[in-house]
């Protein structure tokens, strides 16, 4: 199947700084990716939607001004979780289709574990 | 809105046996049903998927899963486990807005 990196795989930072998490589709164009956030045994949630060349779509309850999505190219999609803090801490996942059609299969990354201390 | 259901959340089993995780789900409208499994250490990988067709869905490694449209079901099953099939399960449903909404997941432990 297609492969989407995730980078990084782990990471650590201060309370108050930004971090960015790189989502990149290698082998396909991504017309749409999706950022999830998976706490400890708990499933994903869906935080929000993009596509190429537009503004996110987030879902209910998700701040867009901490949890900055671009998704400039077919290739490429980050999310920024700015002035983070310890309740940021957990595991997001970023998945990637190459189509809008019904049968177009989402592909995921291996997911970036961030800690805030 | 739509939702996942899936009611084992931890299920420990012995090699060879067999194996049925529930799914249930709710959406009015026509679905994509998927399941994913989450090996330790990895992301998350299709198992199989249902879009339309044969109710009866086989996947990789030999799992398979059933739609059952009255139920609002779509269960995992495997006929024998392996030790290497310990990981965690995800039923994820796609409605019209092709975004996943995925269950609370069931972590399988298959015993050697």
């Known amino acids: 199947g297609a492969v989407v990196s995730q980078h990084p795989s782990r990471v650590i930072c201060k309370s108050g700084t930004s971090v960015k998490i790189e989502c990149r589709s290698l082998?396909?164009?991504?017309?749409?990716m999706f950022w999830y956030r998976q706490f400890p045994k708990q499933s994903l949630m869906l935080m929000a939607t993009?596509?190429?060349?537009?503004?996110?779509?987030?879902e209910q309850g998700v701040e867009k001004d901490k949890f900055l999505i671009n998704h400039a190219s077919l290739t490429l999609s980050t999310l920024t979780v700015t002035s983070a803090h310890p309740e940021d801490s957990s595991f997001y996942i970023c998945s990637a289709r190459e189509g809008t059609g019904r049968h177009t299969e989402a592909f995921f990354g291996q997911g970036t574990r961030l800690t805030v201390v | 809105a739509q939702s996942v259901s899936q009611h084992n959340h931890h299920v420990i089993l012995s090699e060879a046996a067999s194996l049925e995780l529930g799914c249930n789900y709710s959406y009015g409208g026509t679905v994509n049903l998927f399941w994913y499994v989450q090996y330790p250490g990895q992301h998350l990988q299709l198992l199989l998927k249902y879009f339309s067709g044969d109710p009866l869905v086989k996947g990789i490694k030999g799992f398979e899963a059933e739609f059952i449209k009255s139920k609002f079901s779509f269960n995992l099953r495997k006929p024998s486990v392996q030790w290497s099939d310990t990981a965690e399960y995800f039923c994820a449903v796609a409605g019209s807005a092709r975004q996943l909404t995925f269950g609370s997941g069931t972590q399988l432990t298959v015993l050697p």
């Open positions: 082998d396909f164009q991504a017309t749409t």
């Open positions: 993009s596509n190429e060349g537009s503004k996110a779509t987030y």
